[in-house]
């Protein structure tokens, strides 16, 4: 009898919180993800504001005792009321097996817990699977802001989530 296969398991995808010694690993992704930069100052300054729940870090769960690389990251903030997601990027090579979905699903839980009424964002234009990303869960573009982004020069879409 033919052996059956077994269907390839999901990776198990394990977010935690950011701390400063990941943030050499952060800024490569950032530098190989083409973001507007950050850098590692204004990505301290970020954890030393208290803002650590909604600044997360994913791995891809091994079964080696070395530990995981770094897979992506989702920075946020709480402002006024509202959340505003900063920046998201997932390393090249981990892309497309939902690792950004949940990172942007866990921001968006976190945001439900403190009663946020609606979350916000800005994207260049071009980025398609940025924007397929935010769509899939649920974003809608609201507006357009004129050259917004330098190096290049582009438009960036204003998307939002109501979460109230
Ligand atoms: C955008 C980004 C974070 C997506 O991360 P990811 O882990 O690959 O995304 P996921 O695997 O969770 O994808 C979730 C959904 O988003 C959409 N999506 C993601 N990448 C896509 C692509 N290249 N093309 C089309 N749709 C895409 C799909 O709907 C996908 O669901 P599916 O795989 O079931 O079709 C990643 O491409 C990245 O780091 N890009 C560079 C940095 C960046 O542009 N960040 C956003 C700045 S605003």
Redesign the pocket.
């Known amino acids: 009898m033919a052996e059956q296969r077994k269907a390839p398991s999901r990776d198990e995808i394990i977010i935690t919180r950011m701390s400063e010694h990941d943030l050499l690993e952060i800024v490569e992704i950032e530098e190989q993800?083409?973001?507007s930069k950050w850098g590692w100052a204004a990505y301290y300054a970020e954890l030393q504001s208290g803002n650590r729940d909604l600044m997360l870090i994913a791995r891809v769960a091994r079964s080696s005792i070395i530990e995981s690389p770094i897979a992506?990251y989702i920075v946020a903030r709480e402002t006024a009321g509202e959340l505003h997601i900063n920046?998201?990027?997932?390393r090249s090579e981990?892309?497309?097996?939902?690792?950004?979905?949940?990172l942007l699903d866990r921001v968006i839980a976190e945001a439900r817990r403190r009663k946020v009424n609606a979350a916000f964002?800005?994207?260049?234009s071009a980025?398609?699977?940025?924007q397929?990303?935010y769509e899939?869960s649920g974003f809608k573009a609201i507006a357009r802001r004129a050259n917004y982004y330098s190096e290049p020069q582009e438009d960036a879409v204003v998307m939002s989530l109501v979460l109230g």
């Open positions: 993800s083409g973001l992506g920046n998201v990027a997932v981990y892309r497309r097996r939902g690792i950004g979905a949940a964002l800005e994207v260049r980025n398609q699977p940025a397929a990303l899939k």
